[in-house]
């Protein structure tokens, strides 16, 4: 699954809200591989989105709504959609679009309203999914156009082909393979927590026991079953998310989904291993394959990648305190300009204001 366009109206913050993933035109020696669909060049989607922000900027609940749809994908119910309305007075939507397996441009649309009737609560939704195929020749504007002009096809969410997807939020992995089992995982696990925690001296796989590992340090062993530990307190916060970090790396290696969405992975690990893993994450991307990656790190942005890759959400500091959503191509034209420049001098208007923190200092408590 490649999501190209995101809308969505009266969901959380989000009002009128758009993100879009196409990209207008081929950059010359790339340092992200295969932009674009195989075989069909002119297609051209942003594989790595780096999505940056304050707090309560809607990182989370970004993840939250896309993992919905997902599951609206796997079983057919829509009906959560209607947990995340905002102003239960007004209608809320999401739309997105999205390509499938095998070359289709797929829309997604729902239009939620809430009713109160005989004291009772009553929920009507309008959806549909409608699809065009991808011509060799396309570009995605081309095909959002026949979209919209009302040139689609309807089709049921049991027919749309997609392959599988990750969200991991934190210390939680919520996707369609939620084992992994493989030796070579053990290895990637292995790596990651000795690079975390060097008294860590060997992970071992509990054969007779399903997602179980001992980790051998240098005065104990400490047993993990499904990614938590068996006994609290025993590692530091950061050592904990190598289960986490790994099965990110290995999931992607693997090639077990093509959409990955990692939310505050890193929170608690150091800068550079942060900055380490993003890069082989970036590296191991399948074809057809899309990563959207949210940190506070902003060491991030000095990363060699195209300037299109770095994405920042903000909150309105007025009412109706909507979110909005920038992109960093949108403000930097020239190949000379810095991403961690513009972010250090808040071209994007991202970050948060602290005057009310330094406030504090003079009040008469």
């Known amino acids: 699954m490649i999501i190209m366009d995101v809308r969505i109206d009266n969901m959380f913050a989000?009002?009128?809200?758009?993100?879009?993933?196409?990209?207008?035109?081929?950059?010359?020696?790339?340092?992200i591989e295969g932009e674009f669909l195989p075989e069909r060049p002119n297609f051209r989607y942003r594989k790595v989105n780096i999505i940056m922000g304050s707090n309560a900027t809607g990182k989370t609940t970004l993840a939250r709504i896309l993992m919905s749809f997902a599951n609206y994908l796997r079983s057919g119910n829509y009906f959560e959609f209607a947990e995340f309305i905002n102003d239960v007075s007004q209608n809320a939507s999401f739309q997105i679009d999205f390509v499938g397996i095998n070359n289709r441009l797929y829309r997604f649309y729902i239009n939620i309203e809430k009713n109160t009737k005989d004291d009772k609560e009553e929920i009507i939704c309008t959806k549909k999914i409608e699809y065009v195929d991808i011509k060799k020749s396309d570009r995605y504007e081309t095909c959002a156009d026949r979209l919209q002009n009302g040139w689609g096809n309807s089709i049921d969410?049991?027919?749309?082909?997609?392959?599988?997807?990750?969200?991991?939020?934190g210390?939680?992995?919520?996707?369609?393979?939620?084992?992994?089992n493989d030796?070579?995982?053990?290895?990637?696990?292995?790596?990651?927590?000795?690079?975390?925690?060097?008294?860590?001296?060997?992970?071992?796989?509990v054969t007779d026991t399903e997602d179980t590992y001992v980790i051998r340090m240098n005065n104990r062993d400490i047993v993990v079953q499904?990614?938590?530990?068996?006994?609290?307190?025993?590692?530091?916060?950061?050592?904990?998310?190598?289960?986490?970090?790994?099965?990110?790396?290995?999931?992607m290696m693997f090639k077990m989904h093509n959409?990955?969405?990692?939310?505050?992975?890193?929170?608690?690990?150091?800068s550079d291993i942060e900055m380490a893993c993003l890069s082989l994450l970036i590296d191991k991307i399948p074809p057809y394959g899309q990563l959207f990656f949210t940190t506070h790190n902003s060491d991030i942005a000095e990363?060699?990648?195209?300037?299109?890759?770095?994405?920042?959400?903000?909150?309105?500091?007025?009412?109706p305190y909507d979110i909005a959503y920038v992109n960093a191509s949108d403000y930097l034209k020239k190949s000379t300009?810095?991403?961690?420049?513009?972010?250090?001098?808040?071209?994007?208007?991202?970050?948060?204001?602290?005057?009310?923190?330094?406030?504090i200092a003079d009040l008469n408590i």
Not at 14 to 31: E, G, L, R
Not at 171 to 180: R, V
């Open 14 to 31: 989000f009002k009128n809200f758009n993100m879009n993933m196409s990209y207008p035109k081929k950059i010359v020696n790339s340092t």
């Open 157 to 169: 969410y049991k027919d749309v082909m997609v392959n599988g997807w990750s969200f991991q939020y």
């Open 171 to 180: 210390d939680k992995i919520y996707n369609q393979t939620i084992h992994l």
């Open 183 to 205: 030796d070579r995982y053990t290895n990637i696990l292995e790596w990651v927590m000795k690079t975390l925690d060097p008294s860590v001296e060997k992970i071992v796989k």
């Open 226 to 251: 499904n990614g938590n530990l068996m006994i609290e307190d025993t590692l530091s916060s950061g050592t904990k998310r190598g289960f986490y970090i790994a099965y990110a790396i290995a999931s």
């Open 259 to 270: 959409f990955y969405f990692c939310d505050e992975l890193f929170t608690y690990v150091n």
């Open 303 to 319: 990363m060699d990648l195209p300037k299109h890759a770095f994405c920042f959400f903000k909150k309105n500091k007025y009412e």
């Open 337 to 359: 300009e810095s991403v961690k420049n513009a972010l250090d001098n808040d071209v994007f208007s991202s970050e948060p204001d602290v005057e009310k923190i330094y406030a």
